[in-house]
């Protein structure tokens, strides 16, 4: 079957730190891979997205890359700010079914 | 700018009562979805419209029910909320079912019940 395993969190990070939130993924097919992030009291935005294996996603100073020899989708940013705190959603799209990831909380201290 | 609208953004309603969520959307696209959120969890979808088709997962409460009266429109009816019905409840849209593309998320609404 189809799923999405998302780091846990919550992760807390100082301002301009390096981020990371694993992401892997299990499919039958081919899915096309996403980030939605989602603000407090708000619904979900999506953040970037990935179509096809090697594709990079990108947005804001976040990426991710579609890798399928590893299954994964790992978000990234060289430089986190407050601003970011947020919760991230990895989600994956096949046949017209999508799985999210539990969700992972960041919390950007300045 | 095209997007989804969720009205009330706010709804408090008392144990039993019926409600009713509305959704809106502008993109044109065919499928609509509704999904129920509890803190911070991952959304729960509860059912989807392919235009007038319309989908219920198989663990749906039978209190939830949806009308789709034209694409633009979706509503979400809740015959007798719980405390348990208490959430944020997400629309969203995606421009084809059966395939790979994102959906667009209104900004929810979060439902009290007393």
């Known amino acids: 079957g189809n799923s999405v395993t998302q780091m846990e969190g919550p992760v807390t990070l100082s301002e301009e730190a390096f981020l990371t939130i694993n992401c892997t993924y299990t499919a039958t097919g081919y899915p096309s891979l996403f980030w939605y992030v989602q603000y407090p009291g708000e619904g979900l935005q999506l953040l970037l997205k990935?179509?096809?294996?090697?594709d990079k996603g990108s947005n804001k100073g976040f990426e991710a890359t579609y890798r399928k020899e590893t299954t994964s989708f790992h978000l990234e940013k060289g430089s986190v700010q407050v601003s970011d705190s947020a919760v991230y959603f990895c989600a994956l799209a096949w046949v017209g079914q999508f799985y999210f990831g539990t969700g992972t909380s960041l919390t950007v201290i300045p | 700018d095209a997007m989804v609208i969720q009205n009330p953004r706010y709804q408090v309603t008392q144990f039993g009562k019926p409600v009713t969520l509305s959704c809106s959307q502008t993109?044109?696209?065919?499928?609509m979805y509704w999904y129920q959120q509890k803190s911070s969890q991952a959304p729960k979808l509860l059912f989807h419209?392919?235009?007038?088709?319309?989908?219920n997962e198989a663990d749906t409460p039978d209190n939830f029910q949806s009308r789709r009266p034209n694409t633009s429109f979706c509503f979400l009816d809740i015959r007798s909320p719980g405390l348990g019905d208490a959430a944020m409840y997400l629309c969203a849209t995606s421009g084809l079912e059966g395939g790979r593309n994102e959906q667009f998320f209104g900004p929810g609404t979060r439902l009290t019940v007393l």
């Open positions: 993109l044109n696209h065919n499928v």
């Open positions: 419209y392919y235009d007038k088709d319309f989908n």
């Open positions: 990935a179509t096809k294996a090697d």
